[in-house]
Every structure is written in structure tokens, then in C-alpha cells.
């Protein structure tokens, strides 16, 4: 299949805009999500359906990854070079910073002894300091076999390609809760996990689909997935044996159509825009991966020192405010830290 077209990487642009603005939100409900109980339900719900709507972002991001690197042929050795530096220093970076947060905030208790003190840090590093930085963990992995599967992506016909995805699919299906009893005795673990949204991401960027009113039925199916997750996850809250992140978690079928029915949308969308506006989104891109990894900080920082988050208003206001507002905070933050001597190689 061809790569994506470079006069068409635009979209690219406006879709990874838009999973990072939509991660942040995800992050800003999380303090109201678990209030479950304790705040009336029409709040909870409020939270429940922002969290659904933006649950793309994750798996738009894997996606995106796929659409870009898979076409392309790389001498291994050049390309572990390139991506795992480009990835690692800012992440061991960022880890650092939330380790000494976590030491600020009493969550983590250093002593005199030395040793001890390392093997602390260095448990942090390797379980994660953040809760955000499981993404970090997860794409470092998926670099690994991204030579691999991009081998294959690039020999295979259409019908390979679709059975692959058929196959992760339906593996996929037989790995939920309700279905996970009647999951036979063999081997599937090669078509599970993130691997299947880095294919279909290229798939879905370079297929050529020549359906009338595409984007239309694309929308239709992303309301119909947002409401599925929205009732889901609430009903399940009534039944302590279902795990109740099961409708928000990324490898989940509803999830994913809800997340290849943004990728369409975005795709299949030309907004007509002033130029300063793509200035700006190109300036926030630039910065995409130091935003991710910082803006965590940033929102326990608006929260604890100036009581910005949900309970600032109406959480359907409060939660997008916050988000906007961490976006923008922790973009100039990662510019300035660009700045300094050496800044650029931990901004991301």
C-alpha cells in the first residue's frame, strides 16, 4: 500500500492536535470519576460521558505512529538511534521530575541511606512515577516490532492486511470480560495488545475509500460508540465483579470503533481555518510529546495551588477549561525549557 501522501499529512496534523487536547481531558475528569458516590450522579454522568467521548486519544495516537512509520523502509540501527533518543531522554527526564513531586506531595519518603534511596527512584523509573507514563512504556515497546510488522505492511496485499485486522478484531472480542470464559485453549498472544492499531492506522491512511456520505455514517458511529461506553461504564459501576474500566479501556471493540471513527472524520474534513490558527497547532505539535509528558504536573499544580478543576463550575465548563488551560501552561512550559542550554534534548 502507498504511504501516506505528504500534501496530505495536514490531517495527520489536525488529528494529533486533537488526541492531545483530548488526553487532557480524559486526565481532568479523573478526580471526579472517582467521586462515584460521593457527588450526585447527574455530575458523575457528566464526567462518565467526557471521559467516553475523548477515550480516542490513546489509540489515535498508536494509530498516527502506524500511519507514519510503517510505510517507511529504516536501517535498524539509524532508526533505534533516532526514535528511542528522541523518546527516552525526555521520559527519563519527566519520570525524574514526578519522582521529586511525589517526594513534594509526602507520597514518596527518602532516608539518609543512600542505596536505598536509589533503589527507590529506580523502582519508580521502572513501574512508572506518573500514572500518564504507561503510554511511554507501551510505545517504547511497539518501536521494537514496528521494523517487523512494517515488513509486512509494506509486501502485504489488501487481503493480508484485512485478515490481520480481522483476526487482532476478533482475539480482541474473545479477550473481554464477557466473553473471556468462552476464550479456547490456543495461542493468540501475537494478534493482541497496541500492535493492531499501528496497522490499522496505516490501513485507514492510505485506503482510498470511495463511499458516499463516508464521513457522515463515520459520525453517526462515533455517537453511537460514545453512548454505548457512556451507559456501559455507568452500569457497570452496579456490578463489583466486571472490571469497571472495561468500556474504557483502549483494547476494547467499542473503543475502537469509536476511535478508527475520529480518525475518518478528521481525515475526510478540510476546515477552512486562518493561517494563524494552523501556526498555532503547528507550534503545539512541535512541542506534542513534551506536553504529554508534562502536563500531568501541571494539572496537579492548577488544582492544588490555584483550585482549578472540575469544581471550578458546571464540570460540563470546568473539565475543558482546566484541560484548555493546562494545555496552554504546560506548552509554554516546555518552550522555556527548550531554551535553556541543552533544554531541547528534555522538552520532547
Known amino acids: 500500500m502507498q504511504a501516506v501522501k505528504t500534501q496530505n499529512i495536514d490531517w495527520i496534523n489536525n488529528l ?51 500511519a507514519l512509520l510503517l510505510p517507511k523502509e529504516y536501517e535498524l540501527a539509524a532508526f533505534f538511534k533516532k526514535r528511542l533518543t528522541r ?4 521520559f527519563l527526564f519527566w519520570s525524574l521530575i514526578y519522582v521529586i513531586y511525589s517526594w513534594y506531595n509526602e507520597e514518596l519518603l527518602f532516608t539518609n541511606n543512600l542505596w536505598l534511596n536509589i533503589k527507590l527512584v529506580l523502582h519508580q523509573l521502572k513501574n512508572g512515577s506518573c500514572y500518564h507514563l504507561w503510554y511511554v512504556y507501551m510505545l517504547i515497546g511497539l518501536y521494537f516490532i514496528i521494523p517487523v510488522i512494517g515488513k509486512f505492511v509494506r509486501n502485504a496485499s489488501e487481503k493480508e492486511t484485512l485478515y490481520f485486522l480481522l483476526v487482532w478484531f476478533g482475539v480482541m472480542m474473545l479477550n473481554q470480560p ?14 493482541t495488545g497496541y500492535i493492531g492499531y499501528l496497522v490499522l492506522g496505516n490501513y485507514l491512511a492510505t485506503k482510498d475509500f470511495n463511499m458516499p456520505n463516508l464521513r457522515n455514517w463515520m459520525v453517526i458511529l462515533f455517537l453511537v460508540s460514545l453512548f454505548i461506553i457512556t ?39 478540510i476546515p477552512k481555518v486562518p493561517i494563524l490558527f494552523i501556526k498555532i497547532r503547528d507550534f503545539i505539535g512541535g512541542y506534542n510529546y513534551g506536553i504529554y509528558l508534562g502536563h500531568a504536573l501541571v494539572l496537579f499544580f492548577l488544582d492544588d495551588l490555584a483550585g482549578i478543576s472540575y469544581k471550578l463550575c458546571n464540570p460540563i465548563l470546568s473539565i475543558p477549561i482546566t484541560a484548555i488551560i493546562c494545555l ?19 522538552a520532547g
Not at 523518546?87 to 525526555?90: D, H
Not at 464477557?178 to 494478534?191: A, E, I, Q
Open 328 to 346: 496552554f501552561i504546560t506548552l509554554i512550559l516546555v518552550w522555556l525549557i527548550s531554551k535553556v542550554p541543552f533544554g531541547k534534548w528534555v
Open 231 to 269: 451507559l456501559g461504564s455507568w452500569l457497570i459501576t452496579r456490578y463489583p465483579n466486571i472490571p469497571g474500566t472495561m468500556f474504557y479501556e483502549p483494547i476494547n471493540p467499542v473503543v475502537l470503533i469509536l476511535s478508527a471513527s475520529v480518525f475518518l472524520i478528521v481525515k475526510y474534513t
Open 178 to 191: 464477557f466473553l473471556s470464559p468462552y476464550n479456547p485453549s490456543v495461542d493468540m498472544r501475537y494478534f
Open 16 to 66: 494529533r492536535l486533537i488526541a492531545l487536547l483530548a488526553v487532557i481531558i480524559l486526565h481532568s475528569t479523573s478526580l471526579l470519576l472517582m467521586q462515584l458516590g460521593k457527588v450526585p450522579l447527574s455530575t458523575w454522568l457528566v464526567a462518565d460521558f467526557l471521559n467516553a467521548m475523548v477515550r480516542f486519544a490513546v489509540p489515535c495516537f498508536v494509530m498516527i505512529t502506524g
Open 87 to 90: 523518546v527516552v531522554i525526555p
